[in-house]
């Protein structure tokens, strides 16, 4: 992969780490936000819970995929946030606020870029999360 590209998936890496975890903090204090709001009428009949415990459950798997992403594994981290945010989209959808759907959909699409480029910076036959989601590259 060109060299040119890496300040750009350093600078995605981070932004989407660092936007997964912490959302999902901030699901356990709403002081960005007041989450609970955007769970959709339909997904919260649906839920087993009340929406207070879902959403704690659901700031546990933002902060393990900001984590993800952030270290070691960033292409599993990265896939998972890409359809993470799909589902959160769907729901946004369901709930009436397409204007925040839009936005999910638009970091979903982030997140997959995010993927792809650190696959595309690994050595042929080297999987990212053998080579740490580093840009390690076998000598000429």
Do not use: C
């Amino acid at each position: 992969m060109d060299s040119r590209l890496d300040n750009a998936t350093l600078v995605l890496r981070l932004a989407i780490g660092l936007m997964a975890t912490l959302a999902g903090l901030d699901k356990f204090f709403n002081i960005l936000a007041d989450w609970g709001a955007y769970v959709s009428p339909a997904a919260a009949h649906l839920l087993p819970f009340s929406v207070p415990t879902f959403m704690g459950i659901v700031g546990v798997v933002e902060m393990a995929v900001g984590v993800l992403v952030l270290t070691a594994w960033p292409v599993i981290g990265a896939y998972v946030a890409s359809a993470w945010l799909l589902l959160v989209a769907g729901n946004l959808v369901l709930g009436g606020h397409f204007d925040v759907a839009v936005r999910a959909v638009v970091l979903s699409i982030s997140a997959f870029t995010l993927a792809r480029l650190v696959e595309a910076s690994q050595p042929d036959g080297v999987s990212a999360e053998a080579a740490g989601g580093s840009r390690a590259r076998v000598p000429a």
